[in-house]
């Protein structure tokens, strides 16, 4: 999956941690994020990674935990 940001995506399968996307990351617990929770695109990283603000937080999440929504969808 190819990804800008901007993009609105979906997380399809809960992580056992989330990692924050500060300057200084930090392990977070997972439950912050909900699966089917809608976040926004932020920054791209590499080795396919993302950072995802979600209502609780900009978390960096690998693509294959993440689910493309469209744009009606997103509203």
Do not use: C, N
Not at 60 to 68: C, F, G, S
């Amino acid at each position: 999956m190819t990804v800008s940001i901007g993009d609105r995506l979906r997380l399809s399968q809960q992580l056992p941690y989330l990692k924050s996307a500060d300057p200084m990351p930090m392990l977070r617990p997972p439950d912050l994020v909900a699966v089917g929770e809608v976040g926004e695109v932020v920054a791209l990283h590499p080795m396919d990674t993302v950072a995802v603000r979600f209502r609780r937080g900009t978390f960096l999440i690998p693509l294959d935990r993440l689910d493309a929504v469209d744009a009606a969808e997103a509203d």
